[in-house]
């Protein structure tokens, strides 16, 4: 096995990690980070457009769905990158693994966080962790592209 699939692949299980800890999070810790975040976004937001409202509850609840989608968005990509160096040859078997393997992380995710203290499992948090997942195989899809032909273009 190479070193540099060997590092890819350290890469996603560091990430699945992360999604594992922000899951055993309680309830109480993880709406704390979350307005830590949205203290920092809203920050940002003060300095860039004063004027703009924005009513926080909505604000928080798109905030803590966002990250759903982000997290499986990198992991997607991640998955797809490693997968790069292996053995399988199609790239639809590649996707289909890549989707397969963040509906099944998505979903023992939820069903983690159904015994975490204050949290719960959410079947649309499944979804969005999906939507995210078909996100990051795109985003991977537009990377690879953009590597080739960067290649092709250094090769001339």
Not at 106 to 127: C, H, K, M, N, W
Request: no cysteine; proline share 2%; glycine share 4%.
């Amino acid at each position: 096995m190479s070193l540099a699939k060997v590092k890819r692949w350290i890469v996603v299980v560091i990430w699945l990690g992360l999604i594992f800890y922000l899951s055993s999070q309680p309830a109480t810790e993880s709406l704390e980070l979350s307005r830590n975040l949205e203290k920092l976004i809203v920050a940002l937001k003060e300095m860039v457009v004063p004027d703009l409202t924005i009513e926080i509850h909505r604000f928080q609840n798109i905030l803590r769905k966002a990250a759903h989608f982000f997290v499986f968005m990198v992991l997607a990509f991640l998955v797809m990158y490693a997968l790069d160096y292996s053995n399988i040859q199609t790239l639809k078997r590649k996707m289909a693994i890549t989707f397969g393997a963040s509906v099944i992380f998505a979903i023992l995710d939820e069903t983690y966080q159904y015994f975490v203290p204050g949290r719960g499992a959410q079947v649309s948090d499944v979804f969005l962790d999906s939507v995210g997942a078909m996100v990051g195989i795109g985003l991977w899809l537009l990377f690879e592209k953009w590597r080739q032909r960067r290649s092709a273009h250094r090769d001339k």
